[in-house]
Nanobody, 123 residues
Framework: QVQLVESGGGSVQSGGSLRLSCEAS????????LAWFRQAPGKQREGVAA???????ILADSVKGRFTVSQDNAKKTLYLQMNTLKPEDTAIYYC?????????????????WGQGTQVIVSS
């Protein structure tokens, strides 16, 4: 069993920065890949970034050059550094984990989810 707890959300102005954290608890090998998803009002949940236990990472095109994903394996914590934030980044950001092999942003493949943290970017 894996539990995920997000933190770091908040309200910022356009162009600002936030750093999200996701702390995972559970057996070290309970998950292969951690990811960040976001869901804006009226929209589907979309994958923002993912990183596997070897450090390989993928990012959505909409955030490349602005967001960076990283992890601290010893702390079992995934981070999302968000720079140059835009109003369209406003959403609830969720951390997710999958125990199967492979790195992906497809939400259907993730079997553990956190409760989410709100990010609001004002223009």
């Amino acid at each position: 069993q894996v539990q995920l707890v997000e933190s770091g959300g908040g309200s910022v102005q356009s162009g600002g920065s936030l750093r999200l954290s996701c702390e995972a608890s559970g057996h070290a090998y309970s998950f292969y890949c951690l990811a960040w998803f976001r869901q804006a009002p009226g929209k589907q949940r979309e994958g923002v970034a993912a990183m596997d236990i070897d450090g390989s990472a993928i990012l959505a095109d909409s955030v490349k050059g602005r967001f960076t994903v990283s992890q601290d394996n010893a702390k079992k914590t995934l981070y999302l550094q968000m720079n140059t934030l835009k109003p369209e980044d406003t959403a609830i950001y969720y951390c997710a984990a999958k125990s199967s092999f492979g790195i992906t942003r497809h939400r259907e493949l993730y079997n553990y989810w956190g409760q989410g943290t709100q990010v609001i970017v004002s223009s």
